[in-house]
Each structure stands twice: as structure tokens, then as C-alpha cells.
């Protein structure tokens, strides 16, 4: 028999972090003056989007109770056993994110597996049923995790989609009408913990998690970690913690804004690390929503009068391939999660499709390489 909503035991956070960390500066942005004070919305956007990147949000309308909710499901689902999970796995042979993702690569040139796991669910929308995972589970909990969704969407994303084609003084819509909720998209909300390594794994992977990375889509939504280990590389080339901000949601761009840019917002660096010596025996559990491409929005630089005026904007080849959103999309996720290894020689090369050119790895030895990469 599939669960109820009184099967889903309630998720407890831990406690903070007492140890004194690096913290990056980052700005916040209220969108409660949406679309009130578009104006005043579009100064603050774009001093954040120019800063480093990454950025909160507040005033989003999206309720302690409804994030903490969806902390439960989505610990509740990955608590599960495994061959139950196993059920529906990402296809990552034809660069499918939807079902489960297990931890089993190796990590780089050692013999320690991912620690963590995650379910990616596309939007609960007619257009991408055919995608939803057939988990007992997620049909007892369909309802509430599409309003879920539909209220991201609504409150936070189309707002911020509006808000970049306004930075880039094109119609409000470029964006936002590609990545309507009822348009196909590779959007999905993820549920995602990392499990505590051994303190031998974790010296046997450097205490890096994750390398340094770059999200696939247009933006990433993450709604508030206690459990410290995201690292952002700032503009001056250093790493500094992401801090947490009590139903602050934590934003950054990503390569298909950074494409339709030309690098004008910038697909920002990050990384995971060890959580601090008080937190690294406690489960770091996530809430995660991607807004990945359209499957059919060409990735090409749009046509902006800014990024025609800092001479950014060129005009595009006829006679050049078109790479939709979906073809990117699965091209990013099969050269990345089709493997046995994270972060090999391969990984490392990035890959080519179309006439693009994608960089995959940012795994630095150095601040000189830091410093190039964010100039």
C-alpha cells in the first residue's frame, strides 16, 4: 500500500554551526516589490548578479511549514530502501535527470563512492508526465508536491526570469514565455543528502565532496542548508562559505543564462566540501529547484541593446548548427553523470555540442587559476 501524508515522519534540522567560518558577502533581494517596485527590484538584481553571482531571496511568500514539509518527503523518500529507489534511475546514458541518482561513482583517483543521493522530478505538468517516476510514494504525495512546485515557480522563478530579460533591457517575456509552467523544460525539484563519510574517505578525496562546478540551466533555487559545505568562488578567486539565512532561498545563474548572456550574467562556481567538525556526523539534506532549458529554446545570444552597447552581442553565423535547450541539456548531463568516475581526464576535457564549447571542471590548484577563470 502506498504511504500517506502520516507515514512521512516529521524532519528535524540539526543544530547550526558554532565554528567560525569564511563567509561570502552576499546581497539579498526582496521580491515582495514585485512588480510594484520593478525599478528598485532591477537595482538590487543587479548589483547581485554582477557581485558574485549567487544571491538571496526574501519575501518569496514560500512558508517555513511549506519548506520543511518538503525537507520531510524528500528525507522520508531517500530513508527508503534502496532497491526500492533503485526502481526508477536517471538515464543518464541518453542524459536523463528524472528518477533516482545513487551514489556509486568513484571519486576521482580514489576508491571512495558519491556520498550522496537525490530524486529529480520534473514539473507535475501534462506535458512532462511521461517523465514523473512511478514511485508509490511520489503518486500518495503528487498533490502537494506539484503546488510546490507551481508556487516556485510562480513566486520566485518567473519573477527572476522577468527580472534578467529587464537587466538585459529586452521585452520582460524573452525569458519567461520559453519557460512558461505548462512549456517542456528539463526544470526539476530535487530532494538530495549527502551521508557522512569516514574521516579516512574524506582525507582520500581531499575533503572535496564536490569539485568546483558550474550548474547546467538558467538558475538554481536552494532553499535554506543548515549543515554547512557549499563553498562559492568569489570574484576575487577565493572560496568562501555560502551562509545560512533562515528561509532565505540562495540563488545563482547558470550556463544557458550565461550563453543567452554572452558571459553578462555569469555561471557561477561552486563546490562541497567536508561540513565543520560539529556537523560532519549529521545528514545534509536538500531542497533543490533547477530551471533548466527549454527543450526547444536555441541557446544563442539574445539580442540586448545592453549587450549590444559593451559589444557582447554579435550577430549569429546562419550557417552555424542551433543547439536547442533540450539537446544541451542531455549532451551536459550524459558527459558528466555517464560515467564510473567523477572529475577523471575525460570529465575533465569538457565536451562540444553544436558549435558550443563546454567547460565542465573547475578543480583549481592555485589562486593565479582562480583568478583567470572569474577575471
Not at 7 to 32: F, G, H, I, N
Not at 342 to 352: I, L
Request: glycine share 6%; net charge negative.
Amino acid at each position: 500500500m502506498a504511504p500517506s501524508a502520516l507515514d512521512v515522519r516529521t524532519w528535524t534540522p540539526p543544530p547550526a554551526t558554532q565554528e567560525k567560518l569564511d563567509y561570502a558577502e552576499l546581497a539579498q533581494v526582496d521580491l515582495s516589490k514585485w512588480p510594484a517596485k520593478k525599478d528598485e527590484l532591477l537595482l538590487d538584481m543587479r548589483r547581485a548578479v554582477n557581485e558574485v553571482g549567487f544571491w538571496f531571496v526574501v519575501g518569496h511568500g514560500i512558508t517555513d511549514e511549506e519548506i520543511g514539509r518538503q525537507m520531510s518527503l524528500g528525507n522520508a523518500f531517500l530513508d527508503l530502501p534502496l532497491e526500492e529507489k533503485r526502481l526508477f534511475p536517471c538515464d543518464f546514458k541518453q542524459g536523463n535527470f528524472f528518477g533516482f541518482r545513487e551514489g556509486v561513482r568513484l571519486m576521482g583517483k580514489s576508491q571512495v563512492k558519491d556520498n550522496a543521493e537525490a530524486l529529480n522530478l520534473p514539473k507535475i505538468t501534462p506535458s512532462l508526465a511521461h517523465e514523473l517516476p512511478g514511485y508509490d510514494f511520489i503518486a500518495a504525495h503528487q498533490v502537494e508536491i506539484e503546488a510546490f512546485q507551481r508556487k516556485i515557480h510562480s513566486n520566485v522563478l518567473a519573477p527572476l526570469l522577468s527580472l534578467f530579460a529587464l537587466l538585459l533591457e529586452l521585452p520582460e517575456s524573452y525569458f519567461l514565455t520559453p519557460h512558461e509552467w505548462d512549456r517542456r523544460t528539463e526544470d526539476h525539484l530535487r530532494y538530495m543528502k549527502y551521508r557522512p563519510n569516514s574521516p579516512e574517505d574524506d582525507r582520500a578525496i581531499g575533503n572535496i565532496h564536490l569539485n568546483g562546478h558550474t550548474d547546467f540551466g538558467l538558475v538554481t533555487i536552494l532553499f535554506p542548508q543548515i549543515v554547512q559545505g557549499l563553498q562559492i568562488l568569489t570574484p576575487e578567486g577565493e572560496w568562501k562559505y555560502a551562509p545560512y539565512l533562515p528561509n532565505g532561498l540562495l540563488i545563482n545563474t547558470a550556463d544557458v543564462l550565461s550563453v543567452c548572456s554572452a558571459g553578462y550574467f555569469k555561471s557561477t562556481i561552486h563546490r562541497v566540501l567536508r561540513p565543520p567538525d560539529d556537523q560532519v556526523n549529521y545528514e545534509r539534506m536538500g531542497v533543490f529547484y533547477f530551471s533548466r532549458a527549454a527543450h526547444d529554446l536555441e541557446l544563442k545570444v539574445a539580442p540586448s541593446p545592453l549587450l549590444k552597447r559593451l559589444g557582447l552581442y554579435k550577430e549569429a553565423d546562419p550557417n552555424a548548427p542551433v543547439v536547442s535547450g533540450l539537446e544541451f541539456t542531455r549532451a551536459r548531463v550524459k558527459h558528466s553523470w555517464d560515467r564510473p568516475v567523477y572529475g577523471d581526464d575525460e570529465y575533465k576535457k569538457g565536451f562540444k555540442v553544436g558549435g558550443l564549447e563546454v567547460r565542465t571542471d573547475y578543480d583549481f590548484d592555485s589562486k593565479a587559476e582562480l583568478k583567470r577563470v572569474v577575471a
